[in-house]
Structures are given as structure tokens and as C-alpha cells.
């Protein structure tokens, strides 16, 4: 059976690259899979998790937020920071969490930093939830 | 004529010296393999990036895009990359004049010409000529990383889209290999010509863009400036450890030459000591006959 070659990318290196059945991805508009065969496709990736399927395997990862890229059978996924679900560091993503929302409070939605503060909330918070299951 | 104790001493102290620009050589040397490699891998993210701006380029007619726009340009920022320590040769005077230079020859075009600085070096210098020092970013070097360089990309984005500056540019020394660096100052803001260096392999495949093209391109502009800060940075580390390493290798060289003379010289006073010791003797011997 055909393969799709799975790669997530961070600015820093390469994470993975390997060949699965499929990959869910959590893209602008909710999860997507990619089987092989997928149409050329370029979404926005939202902080979520990446799920990798061989076989009767899967592995899980967190990506926060990106892009990524649907073509020839390779999804690559360009991801400002990923980590496998099982590296997450909860006490760490908790006290990011703990520090954004409280950075956030007095600030407005017209403030420069409010934006960044908030990506930060929405990632951290999808970060523990892939920790928790 | 120095004694033959004060040589000895002065040989001792160069040797010293030398066992320090050795040793500062080999940790140069170890470090610029780890920059190098953090260079390398960080290509395939940037190649990536450039790929979908250019297919997205090639498939719309022409991208606007706020971060895209030039206007006439009055106000000027330069981000200057310096290291935090010296003796690394020529590497942060090299940026430092490369600046001065830029910012006299350019100093009627524009109205105001600010710095931005990274690196310890790079402020103490701008601070000593009295620049108008916009801001800077002590202890970056210890957290290179796209985080950072995420958070110099979105300030100046910031000023540049309130107006507040009208172009900026990037001063670096540019990784070229282990004993050869290169100054360059390119412009940063208001992008330029993204895409026009052709399509890739995916050019011919018509993507289909989720949520669309305008909401793909918007996240993907402000990534690709981060990229380039983030390159600057990863360059500058690896090129400040090249020249220092060969700042070290030719300091190690020049001390060893210089305990060569000096056993040379302090040989040839012991000899004519002794010489002289000697004559003595004889002439004293000679006087008793």
C-alpha cells in the first residue's frame, strides 16, 4: 500500500521525517487527514496535536502553530516549536500559561503585546491537553 | 642589558599567554561546530518557508502586502549584530564601520537613521559615539533561538507598520568559513522581491490554500522576517567563533615565535656571561704569573 512521508519542521531542525499510513493534522479549519493520494493542499496549522499513523501504531505530536504543506504524497509540517505528546512538560507549560494570563490582565484587545499573549494562552493550553490524554 | 632573571620571567609569562589563546582556540573551535551545524539545520524550514511564498507568488497576481510595501523612505533602522565578547579580531569592528560608514555616507538621505543593537560590543560602541540607540537586547546570545529572534522580528515589524521607521536593515558578518567572514547589510524591511527567485519542484501543482491565499500569506510574511533575523543570528554566532578561533590560532603563533626569540636572546646572554666569567679568570691568572 502506498505511503505518505511525514515531516515536521521547526525553524531550528528538522524533527521527524518518517513514512506513515496516514496523519491527521490540525489545520485552520479543524483536523484534517492525509492518506495517500491526498490533493495538493496548504493550510495554516492552529497549536494541536499531530497524529502519525503505521501500521497498527501511532505516534503523537504537539505542533504550535504553522503550516503546512500537502504535495506528492509528503505532508510537511512547518511548525514554530514541536515535541512528542509524551515529552510534554506540564509544570512548565502550566507556569508559561500562569504567566501569559496574568501578563494579560489589565491589558486590552488593542494593546501590541495582547496578540502574542493570547497565541501564548491558546498554545499552552493545547499543549496540556495533549499531555492529559 | 636585562638579566638573565628578568628573561626568564618575561619567557614565563608569554608562555602563559599562549596556554590562554590556546585554550580560548580549542573552545572557539568546539563552539563554532555546534553553530555551524545549528546553521544547517535550519535550511530546511527556510527553504520550505521560501517555497510556499514563491508558489503562492507565482499563483497570485503580484502579493500585497503591507510588509511588502516600499514608500519613500525617511526614517531608518539598522539592526547591528555584535558579539558580547571581544577578542575575536577584526569581527565586531568590522560591523561597527561597516555601520559608521553607512550611517555617514547616507546621513543627508535620510531624516533620522537609529540603531538597534544586539550584542554588548555593538552598544558599547554606538553609546561611545553618542548614536541615537533605539533599543537593545543584552543577554540575547545566551538564548539564541527562533523565540528570540521571533521577538526582535515582531518589534520592528511593529514600528515599521506604525510608520515609525521607513525601512530596516540587518548588519551581520556573514559565515563563510572558519577564517573568513563577511560584513553584509542588507535591507530587512519592507521586504523585497520575495519569490522571484523562481518556482520550486511544487511550482506546477495548484495548492489549494485553507482558510486562503490572503490569511496564508498574512501568518507567512511576518515568519519569513523572523527567518531572516533568525539566520543573522545563527550566522553572526558561528562567524564570531570562526574569528576568534583564528584571532586565538594566530596569537598562539606570534607567542610562540616570541618565546623562540627570547630563549634565543637569553641563551646568548648566559653564553656571553660566561664568556665573561671566564676572561676574567684568565686575565686574573695571568695577572699572578
Do not use: C
Not at chain 2, 15 to 23: E, F, M, V
Amino acid at each position: 500500500m502506498a505511503k505518505i512521508t511525514v515531516e515536521i519542521v521547526t525553524p531550528e531542525r528538522r524533527m521527524l521525517q518518517v513514512q506513515a499510513d496516514e496523519a491527521i493534522v490540525p489545520g485552520g479549519e479543524g483536523l484534517f487527514g492525509v492518506r495517500p493520494g491526498h490533493t495538493p493542499f496548504l493550510s495554516l496549522v492552529e497549536p494541536g496535536p499531530l497524529t502519525v499513523r503505521e501500521g497498527g501504531s501511532q505516534q503523537v505530536w504537539f505542533v504550535a502553530g504553522g503550516f503546512v504543506q500537502v504535495a506528492n504524497d509528503t505532508v510537511r509540517v512547518l511548525a514554530d516549536q514541536a515535541e512528542p505528546a509524551a515529552n510534554i512538560d506540564v509544570e512548565a507549560a502550566k507556569r508559561r500559561l500562569e504567566e501569559a494570563q496574568a501578563r494579560m490582565k489589565g491589558m486590552t484587545a488593542e494593546d501590541a503585546r495582547y496578540q502574542v499573549e493570547a497565541a501564548t494562552v491558546r498554545r499552552e493550553t493545547a499543549r496540556m491537553a495533549i499531555a492529559k490524554r | 642589558m636585562a638579566s638573565l632573571r628578568d628573561i626568564r620571567k618575561r619567557i614565563r609569562s608569554v608562555k602563559n599567554t599562549q596556554q590562554i589563546t590556546k585554550a580560548m582556540k580549542m573552545v572557539a573551535a568546539a563552539k563554532l561546530r555546534k553553530a555551524q551545524d545549528a546553521i544547517i539545520a535550519a535550511r530546511p524550514y527556510a527553504e520550505s518557508l521560501d517555497q510556499m511564498i514563491a508558489d503562492l507568488a507565482a499563483r497570485s497576481e503580484g502579493l500585497a502586502h503591507p510588509l511588502l510595501q516600499s514608500r519613500p523612505v525617511k526614517k531608518v533602522d539598522v539592526i547591528v549584530l555584535t558579539s558580547d565578547r571581544g577578542l575575536a579580531g577584526g569581527f565586531n569592528s568590522n560591523v561597527t564601520r561597516r555601520v559608521s560608514r553607512f550611517m555617514f555616507e547616507n546621513a543627508k538621505n535620510y531624516e533620522a537613521i537609529r540603531v538597534i543593537t544586539i550584542g554588548r560590543k555593538g552598544n558599547e560602541f554606538f553609546k561611545r559615539r553618542g548614536s541615537e540607540i533605539l533599543k537593545d537586547y543584552p543577554g540575547l546570545y545566551s538564548r539564541v533561538s527562533f523565540a528570540t529572534a521571533q521577538q526582535v522580528a515582531e518589534d520592528v515589524t511593529a514600528r515599521f507598520l506604525a510608520g515609525e521607521t521607513d525601512a530596516v536593515f540587518l548588519a551581520y558578518n556573514e559565515f563563510i568559513s572558519a577564517i573568513s567572514q563577511k560584513v553584509v547589510l542588507s535591507q530587512m524591511l519592507p521586504l523585497q522581491s520575495v519569490g522571484s527567485e523562481g518556482a520550486g519542484t511544487t511550482a506546477m501543482i495548484d495548492f489549494e490554500y485553507e482558510p486562503d491565499r490572503r490569511q496564508v500569506l498574512d501568518r507567512l510574511m511576518p515568519q519569513a522576517i523572523a527567518i531572516k533575523v533568525y539566520r543573522a543570528l545563527l550566522e553572526s554566532v558561528a562567524s564570531e567563533h570562526g574569528a576568534r578561533m583564528s584571532a586565538m590560532d594566530n596569537a598562539t603563533n606570534n607567542a610562540s615565535d616570541m618565546i623562540g626569540r627570547l630563549t634565543l636572546y637569553y641563551n646568548r646572554t648566559r653564553q656571553a656571561a660566561i664568556t665573561k666569567e671566564l676572561m676574567e679568570i684568565v686575565s686574573g691568572a695571568e695577572a699572578l704569573k
